[in-house]
């Protein structure tokens, strides 16, 4: 009997094809490798990707603005760079979570158990959370190289002497060798993973070894050790399909802050055909922007803005109607309808544009019936 395949998250991710255009597709992540479809619910699969001996790297290290667009690298033992782009920081932050766990998973069932490998006595007052968030420390942790390997270069890896000499140089540890037994720990919890293996167990390595064998972090996750701010324009991230922006709109939303942002259906309003639109929502002021997952390079991104103060949802008119639906009646009376992957993503997003928008309006009777006037 064939073991039922788990998904551990879906949705939507612009990926940079090899033609270095980015195209939006639906991804499942499954215990052991990330799946790409051409869309959501369909059972065509464009290519999967071996999550053995791989690690992601969120936010991407290149920029200021792919940090803002949530862009984040898996890198495979090959060398091979595979670019993602999320919705936002907080998307981002959810797939890169979601995989780097994954990833630890899979270094860890890939060592080698025959022989365990005693952890030698060290004494810190720490715990392993701060001592990982402490060696990705962008300006004072480990420091991160491209290093080249049987003929692969590597990018974000260290020498694992790199490690014991940072333990020895912030006095965390007394002696090199509580460094090697504290590195040995994240290799053993699947915090680290060796590089250049050549018995195809990439990652699987059992010992951890106080000199030039290269390592990297499974998870390099630096979303929280960089700048927090965060760019509520998304210059580069799309353009809208039907109509233009105007100063006025852009200009709401460089003032407003994102709360909420994500990949959602969008239906038109000439055509009703579904389309996939990356939609944010701002606070001060409180609008709602969406538009193409991605625009043109070198052509300024086109928004679609609803102002939500002056806007309200709208219960369905049908009876049992689509419940992963979301309808928004604008301030000139256009609907915007958004679709959900589930009731689930729905509900978060209800629970985010709910309070910014009007008291939600039913459907209005055709006419009011009024009653007659009593006579004296």
């Known amino acids: 009997m064939e073991k039922e395949v788990q998904c551990l998250k879906n949705g939507f991710l612009l990926r940079l094809e090899q033609s270095k255009k980015w195209k939006i597709r639906w991804f499942t992540l499954e215990e052991d490798q990330l799946v790409c479809h051409p869309k959501r619910d369909r059972y065509v699969v464009i290519d999967t990707i071996n999550l053995h001996g ?27 760079e595979l670019c993602f782009r999320a919705s936002g920081k907080e998307d981002c932050d959810g797939w890169a979570h979601a995989i780097g766990a994954v990833l630890r998973s899979l270094t860890v069932s890939n060592q080698d158990s025959e022989k365990n490998v005693p952890f030698q006595p060290f004494r810190v007052n720490t715990n392993v959370s701060e001592i990982l968030g402490a060696l990705q420390e962008p300006e004072a942790g480990v420091e991160l190289g491209s290093h080249v390997r049987n003929g692969d270069v590597h990018k974000n890896c260290f020498e694992g002497h790199s490690i014991v000499d940072w333990l020895e140089r912030w006095s965390i540890i007394r002696r090199r060798d509580d460094g090697v037994a504290m590195a040995q720990t994240l290799l053993k919890l699947g915090h680290l993973q060796e590089v250049d293996i050549l018995d195809g167990a990439a990652g699987a390595a059992r010992k951890f070894v106080d000199g030039d064998k290269l390592y990297r972090f499974t998870s390099l996750n630096l979303g929280m050790k960089r700048n927090s701010f965060y760019d509520s324009t998304d210059s580069e991230s799309s353009s809208s399909e039907d109509e233009d922006d105007t100063t006025e709109d852009l200009t709401k939303l460089r003032k407003g802050k994102i709360i909420k942002a994500g990949y959602l259906w969008k239906r038109k309003n000439i055509r009703k055909e579904w389309r996939v639109r990356r939609v944010t929502v701002h606070q001060n002021p409180s609008v709602m922007a969406y538009s193409r997952p991605v625009s043109p390079e070198g052509i300024e991104p086109k928004y679609k803005v609803i102002e939500l103060n002056r806007g309200s949802l709208q219960e369905s008119k049908k009876a049992g109607g689509n419940k992963s639906k979301m309808t928004i009646k604008d301030q000139t009376g256009r609907l915007h309808v958004f679709k959900f992957k589930d009731e689930a993503e729905k509900s978060q997003w209800m629970t985010v544009v709910q309070p910014l928008c009007q008291s939600i309006k039913p459907k209005e009777p055709l006419c009011q019936s009024t009653k007659p006037k009593e006579k004296a």
Do not use: D, M, R, Y
């Not at 790297?57 to 603005?65: A, D, E």
């Open 54 to 80: 791989a690690s992601v790297v969120c936010p991407s290290l290149t920029s200021f603005k792919a940090e803002n667009l949530g862009e984040f690298h898996i890198h495979t033992p090959k060398g091979e």
